[in-house]
């Protein structure tokens, strides 16, 4: 009676949390995102405190190109809602405008960049207007890797590889595009407030 008492039952393998490689990829490259823009402030943040900096009226084309990237963003989420509802129409759509949008904030950064020279505010020259163009053009890169991530998604819409049970590619892209928008969302409120 003794052993039986000893005995215990095998109920299987414990149930281990994981998470998709890409996802945990996707993420791992997000957090080094923060933290490359959060050294980027912080060292705005000293330079600015030393004095010698040059104070200019941001142009009001980032203005509209914030207003551009807002709403590449409901489109990516409208995407998203779309792909799990199979409903392929208005993914297609959907996604298209995300594409399109994402390219019309980048020709809106450029011509921020040309309005910002004709203000004679230059990448070489005070450091207010050097770490205004590594901001904009860091987060403009980034902005590019997300249009490319766009591409893959939107070919594999087309080839309709994304659906109600296939959903990753478009999370993945949905959460990176998200992320760029609140991304520029922080960084044109801090230029706001500290230039």
Not at 42 to 69: C, D, H, K, Q
Not at 78 to 85: D, G, N, Q, V
């Amino acid at each position: 009676m003794e052993n039986i008492q000893h005995l215990k039952v095998d109920k299987g393998p414990k149930e281990t949390l994981a998470m998709d490689p890409m996802k945990f990829i996707l993420w791992l490259f997000l957090v080094s995102i923060i933290m490359l823009f959060a050294s980027q402030t912080s060292a705005y943040l000293v330079r600015r405190a030393e004095g010698n900096w040059l104070e200019f009226e941001m142009p009001r084309i980032f203005w509209y190109s914030t207003a551009v990237l807002l709403v590449s963003s409901l489109a990516m989420q409208w995407a998203y809602f779309s792909a799990k509802k199979d409903d392929f129409k208005s993914l297609k759509i959907a996604i298209s405008i995300t594409f399109v949008l994402g390219l019309a904030f980048l020709w809106m950064q450029f011509e921020g960049w040309k309005q910002l020279v004709a203000m004679n505010v230059y990448f070489v020259g005070n450091p207010s207007g050097s770490f205004f163009y590594v901001f904009t053009g860091l987060h403009g890169f980034h902005i590019i890797s997300g249009i490319i991530v766009l591409i893959y998604a939107f070919r594999a819409v087309f080839k309709q590889k994304v659906h109600s049970k296939n959903l990753r590619q478009i999370q993945i892209c949905a959460t990176y595009w998200h992320f760029l928008d609140l991304l520029w969302l922080y960084l044109f409120v801090f230029l706001l407030t500290f230039n």
